[in-house]
């Protein structure tokens, strides 16, 4: 009887420990991250402020040119002055000082605005690194749901179902949409209030169509879960 006794308060023991006997289901579905960065703007940006450098640079060539030149024809006139036979020379030296003014006074008037332009185009770039940016909608594939958008942001969030209901997603950039595919594997967790959460691990973009998306770059370790997982998506 004792023998029995002891089994049925162990019993009672384990059961009241179970650690999820009490706990909530919840159904939240994970997400995944996505940022967009307008690679093709970030170009144009790159290649102009490298105009600007090119210009900036030949500007400085042409002012050091005709700073030697200068002095030379000041050598020149010198030595004609003194008896000097050097009248050919001082010629070639006008000529080729009317021919760097020319350059330098075209270089200068590209590089007049220069330095605002560049500090507005640095301003942009960084804005389009940051990701920041106003999608027309994302739609999810086979369910009717539809996130339409009003405002920019630099990060956006989407579900993934947590019983693979769907995969598919059709996302519209300036117009323009494309249809972006993940796989996850999905597991159960407890969280601090003992709810069970349904959660994604293992998740990664194997395939889009590039009517505008270029690449897809994965930014999160190698288990890539929920909470963790974002996506640069480059267009």
């Not at 179970?18 to 996505?34: A, K, M, R, W």
């Not at 630099?154 to 179902?161: C, K, N, Y």
């Not at 959660?199 to 994965?218: G, Q, W, Y």
Request: net charge negative; charged share 20%; with cysteine.
């Amino acid at each position: 009887m004792k023998h029995f006794l002891s089994i049925f308060i162990l019993f009672l023991l384990i059961v009241s420990c179970d650690p999820c006997d009490d706990c909530d289901s919840v159904s939240f579905e994970p997400t995944v991250s996505l940022i967009f960065i307008n690679q093709d703007s970030i170009k144009n940006i790159n290649d102009s402020l490298a105009v600007f450098v090119f210009n900036d640079s030949a500007l400085s060539a042409n002012t050091d040119s005709l700073t030697i030149l200068r002095d030379s024809l000041e050598i020149v006139k010198d030595s004609i002055a003194n008896g000097g036979s050097l009248s050919e020379e001082q010629m070639n030296l006008e000529q080729w000082i009317s021919e760097r003014q020319i350059d330098s006074t075209f270089y200068a008037d590209l590089d007049q605005n220069a330095d605002s332009l560049t500090s507005i185009f640095n301003q942009t770039k960084a804005t389009i690194n940051s990701g920041l940016i106003q999608l027309g909608k994302i739609e999810i594939l086979g369910t009717g749901t539809v996130f339409t958008y009003e405002d920019s942001a630099e990060v956006w969030s989407i579900p993934l179902s947590y019983d693979a209901e769907f995969k598919q997603y059709e996302i519209q950039i300036a117009g323009i949409t494309d249809i972006l595919e993940v796989d996850y594997e999905t597991f159960q967790e407890v969280d601090e209030e003992r709810n069970v959460l349904i959660r994604a691990k293992n998740i990664e973009v194997i395939s889009f169509t590039n009517n505008v998306i270029d690449s897809v770059l994965t930014n999160c370790d190698e288990t890539c879960q929920d909470g963790e997982a974002t996506f640069t998506i480059y267009f």
